[in-house]
T-cell receptor, first 116, second 113 residues
Framework: GAGVSQSPRYKVAKRGQDVALRCDPI?????LFWYQQALGQGPEFLTY????????KSGLPSDRFFAERPEGSVSTLKIQRTQQEDSAVYLC??????????????FGAGSRLTVL | SQQGEEDPQALSIQEGENATMNCSYK?????LQWYRQNSGRGLVHLIL?????REKHSGRLRVTLDTSKKSSSLLITASRAADTASYFC?????????????FGKGTKLTVNP
C-alpha cells in the first residue's frame, strides 16, 4: 500500500476485555515496530520484527501484551485483560532496512485505545 | 524507558525566528534521527545523522551531533506557522545486526504567525 495502515483508529474497551490492533505495513518493508504513546509523551518502544521474526520484545509491559507477524507482512498487537493504564495510542511503523541498515520509519496514524 | 531527552520541553517563537531543540542520550548509538508529529497524527521522519557525522543539512533543517557529549541539536531556520508540532529525537541502537529506534519525550514547538 501507499502508507502504513492501522485499524481500528479508535477502540473503546471495558476493563478486562481483550483487544487486537492491526498494522498493515508498506509492501516490501522488512522491519516493523510497535510503539505505545501516552498523552503528551514520546513513543515508547514495545517490540520489533524483521520479517516474521520477533527480534526484540523487551518493551512489552507485561505478559498480557503479545505481538505477531506470522507471514512477515501484517502484524497484530494483542492485549489481553485490558487495564486502564493500557489507554494510549499504539503506533505501528515500518522500514525498508533489514540487518545492519539504518531504520528510517514510516508511521501509521495510530490506534487510540481507551479502557474504561 | 526512553533513551533520549529533548530540551526544552516547550518552545514558543514568532514566525521568521529560528528554533533550536536539543537532545541528550545515554548509550552509544549507530545513528540519531529527528521526527515531527503534528497534533493527533503519526510521526514523520525529518533527518538522519550517523554516528560518524557531525553536521547535516536538509532545507531549513540543520542537525548537529556530538558523540563525546552524547547530544544533538535540531535547528529550524526562518520558522513558519506550519512548523508548529512536536519534535522527537530517536536513537538507533544496534544489537547483533538488528536495530531498534528509541524516542525521547519531545519538544513542543509553537510558531506564532
Amino acid at each position: 500500500g501507499a502508507g502504513v495502515s492501522q485499524s481500528p483508529r479508535y477502540k473503546v474497551a471495558k476493563r478486562g476485555q481483550d483487544v487486537a490492533l492491526r498494522c498493515d505495513p508498506i509492501s516490501g518493508h522488512v522491519s516493523l515496530f510497535w510503539y505505545q504513546q501516552a498523552l503528551g509523551q514520546g513513543p515508547e518502544f514495545l517490540t520489533y520484527f524483521q520479517n516474521e521474526a520477533q527480534l526484540d520484545k523487551s518493551g512489552l509491559p507485561s505478559d498480557r501484551f503479545f505481538a505477531e507477524r506470522p507471514e512477515g507482512s501484517v502484524s497484530t498487537l494483542k492485549i489481553q485483560r485490558t487495564q486502564q493504564e493500557d489507554s494510549a495510542v499504539y503506533l505501528c511503523a515500518s522500514s525498508l532496512a533489514g540487518a545492519w541498515g539504518a531504520n528510517v520509519l514510516t508511521f501509521g496514524a495510530g490506534s487510540r485505545l481507551t479502557v474504561l | 524507558s526512553q533513551q533520549g531527552e529533548e530540551d526544552p520541553q516547550a518552545l514558543s517563537i514568532q514566525e521568521g525566528e529560528n528554533a533550536t531543540m536539543n537532545c541528550s542520550y545515554k548509550t552509544s548509538i549507530n545513528n540519531l534521527q529527528w521526527y515531527r508529529q503534528n497534533s493527533g497524527r503519526g510521526l514523520v521522519h525529518l533527518i538522519l545523522i550517523r554516528s560518524n557525522e557531525r553536521e547535516k543539512h536538509s532545507g531549513r533543517l540543520r542537525v548537529t551531533l556530538d558523540t563525546s557529549k552524547k547530544s544533538s541539536s535540531l535547528l529550524i531556520t526562518a520558522s513558519r506557522a506550519a512548523d508548529t508540532a512536536s519534535y522527537f529525537c530517536a536513537t538507533g541502537l544496534g544489537q547483533g545486526g538488528s536495530e531498534k529506534l528509541v524516542f525521547g519525550k519531545g519538544t513542543k514547538l509553537t510558531v506564532n504567525p
